[in-house]
């Protein structure tokens, strides 16, 4: 199934799992999936028989240049998997897990580069790319993390490398929102996340690893992750560059003891390079970065407040928006 070249998205349409989108290349043009999966979790549990009949839907779409299509708008769309069974994330990029944890004043984990960190979020409520960032205090120090993630078919107990590799069906971009202030305190109780991790938002248009061609390099997408907040370059960090493991190597580590279902979404976790002039893909970094350099206090990056715009997409070689655009305001409305 790696062969198969599709962009999908999900239309809101009133019911919570949304409507299974065909999208062109461009980004541009959008069909339905003329009764092949009704939405993409359906298109997930089926994934042997029905996707390659979406891949020949495309290529009718493409040959009679998408003329019967609509025009594809990213601000009616959903999450691809609104809801998903299961949102495990990774923290593969070395950089990102030195300052975060000089930052929280701890050590690396033991074995950090011998197996992956990861940990389970809740996957209930995933809010499409113009959906407002919504918290309760800007105290809590609401803070942006741009990531990749894929979305997978069933993975058997104990897949080896290619079976985790061969169970990718999709590639998407996303933004793991934190709450920095609330962090410590739910991790001194030995528990993990849960209040500190608002619900995740994504890019409108998920693409399978073929759809990337070459920018899919050793289970990995090379591309660029450019984020802007309020208008201004904030980070254009590479996402396969020191990374130290991919995405086979994350799923099966996740299937040790567990399969995965259909419709598992797995991040890779914030992407971050060692290189300065890359910025950042979290706001935190950016602050370890301008503590580290010597800036006071007072000129530290701040958190996002009431009314910040987020915007982060990946860029290919070529210029061109791999997965469309996380468009998002803050939206503070009250006190915690």
Not at 29 to 42: F, V
Not at 91 to 117: F, G, M, T
Not at 140 to 151: K, M, S, T
Not at 237 to 247: D, K, L, S, W
Request: glycine letters at 8%; one cysteine or more.
């Amino acid at each position: 199934m790696t062969g198969l070249d599709v962009r999908l998205a999900t239309r809101r349409d009133g019911s919570r799992d949304g409507e299974l989108m065909l999208v062109n290349a461009a980004g541009t043009r959008w069909a339905r999936a003329e009764g092949i999966a009704r939405n993409l979790q359906a298109l997930l549990d089926n994934w042997d028989r029905l996707a390659p009949r979406l891949a020949e839907r495309r290529r009718e779409l493409d040959a009679a240049g998408w003329d019967a299509a609509e025009d594809f708008d990213a601000a009616g769309c959903m999450a691809p998997l609104p809801r998903a069974y299961q949102w495990a994330d990774a923290s593969v990029y070395r950089n990102h897990a030195r300052l975060i944890y000089q930052w929280r004043k701890e050590p690396i984990p033991p074995r950090y580069e011998d197996e992956p960190l990861v940990y389970q979020g809740g996957s209930d409520v995933m809010i499409g790319p113009q959906d407002p960032i919504v918290a309760v205090d800007e105290a809590h120090q609401i803070d942006l993390e741009a990531e990749i993630a894929v979305i997978t078919r069933d993975v058997p107990l104990g897949a080896t490398l290619q079976q985790a590799a061969d169970a990718i069906a999709l590639v998407v971009l996303l933004n793991d929102v934190s709450l920095r202030g609330l962090i410590p305190g739910e991790l001194a109780k030995g528990f993990g996340f849960y209040q500190s991790k608002p619900a995740t938002s994504f890019a409108p248009i998920a693409v399978t690893p073929a759809a990337l061609g070459a920018a899919w390099q050793g289970n990995m997408p090379d591309l660029r992750v450019r984020i802007d907040l309020n208008g201004q370059r904030f980070g254009e960090p590479h996402a396969n560059t020191e990374a130290i493991f991919n995405f086979a190597q994350i799923i099966a580590h996740l299937t040790r003891t567990r399969s995965l279902g259909a419709g598992s979404i797995v991040g890779a976790g914030t992407i971050s390079n060692a290189d300065p002039a890359s910025g950042s893909a979290c706001i935190t970094e950016a602050r370890v970065r301008q503590i580290l350099a010597g800036e006071d206090e007072s000129r530290l990056q701040p958190y996002l407040r009431h009314g910040d715009r987020v915007r982060i997409e990946a860029i290919d070689d070529a210029g061109r928006s791999v997965f469309g655009a996380i468009d998002q305001r803050v939206q503070v409305v009250g006190k915690g």
